[in-house]
């Protein structure tokens, strides 16, 4: 079922966990998948290179409320909300006395190490690896250098956190040369999950302004994004026939 032209998850949370665990203990199939927003929703609508990208993703993940209720109003029965931080956590807790593998690929400078730490608070020792990007564009060696690292490691899964859309971008790129389970981008989860960012409360996320919450602590970087973002998600919505 599509809001604004791309297809997302519509089963919920629970069954997501469960098809996800399913398929990571398949053969490798560097299945992209991630948790969209309405920012790479909106991205996707405007941009024909962009939206060529998001295509080549297994799965989108309802990652915001507007957008669960976007697919209800259009007949899903099931569709709830998926955020990164969400089921990054559960999927690294239940995957803990298994042989799933996690890589870790994002944040600022020290704080995938931290999140592993955090991983094993959570009970979860498979943490195989830890990558911090630069923040630059990198060239296509500088991407096999990284898929290199992750592939000796032997990871299951590899989770991502620059930013959307940057991490969209990152992931796509990098799959064409990881042999692992899936990429998974994850925004704000590095942050989240290490304290540097506070979470909005279920309460706030539920009735859909999460988006408020974040700004309010993060005016400087995201207004200009929510600014551009929040009025055009809701057009086109007001204006898709899909």
């Known amino acids: 079922m599509k809001v604004i032209g791309t297809k997302l998850y519509d089963k919920g949370f629970e069954t997501a966990v469960s098809e996800f665990l399913d398929l990571i203990k398949q053969e490798p199939k560097n299945l992209l998948i991630s948790p ?5 929703l909106v991205l996707a609508k405007e941009d024909e ?3 060529a990208i998001t295509e080549d993703f297994y799965w989108h993940f309802p990652d915001g409320m507007p957008s ?3 697919l209800k109003l259009k007949g899903s029965k099931t569709a709830t909300r998926i955020s990164g931080p969400d089921f990054f956590l559960r999927i690294v807790k239940d995957s803990a006395n ?7 690929c994002g944040g600022a400078e020290g704080v995938a190490d931290l999140l592993k730490n955090q991983c ?5 020792h498979n943490i195989v690896g830890t990558y911090c990007p630069p923040f630059k564009e990198l060239s296509e060696e500088e991407i096999k250098c990284i898929a290199e690292e992750i592939n000796e490691s032997k ?6 956190g620059l930013g959307a859309p940057k991490q969209v971008y ?12 899936a990429l998974i981008p994850i925004g704000a989860a590095f942050d989240f999950h290490t304290n540097r960012v506070k979470k909005a409360p279920n309460w706030v996320q539920q009735i859909g302004m999460e988006w408020f919450f974040r700004l309010v602590q993060e005016p400087n970087r995201l207004l200009k994004r929510y600014g551009r973002v929040v009025p055009k998600f809701i057009y086109y919505n007001l204006i898709d026939k899909d």
């Open 170 to 181: 990152f992931s796509q790129r990098l799959a064409k040369y990881t042999k692992v389970g």
């Open 36 to 40: 969209s927003d309405a920012n790479v």
């Open 49 to 51: 290179y962009f939206r």
């Open 98 to 104: 298994t042989n799933i593998k996690h890589f870790l």
């Open 68 to 70: 669960v209720w976007m």
């Open 155 to 160: 990871a299951s899964i590899v989770w991502i």
């Open 120 to 124: 094993h608070l959570w009970g979860n």
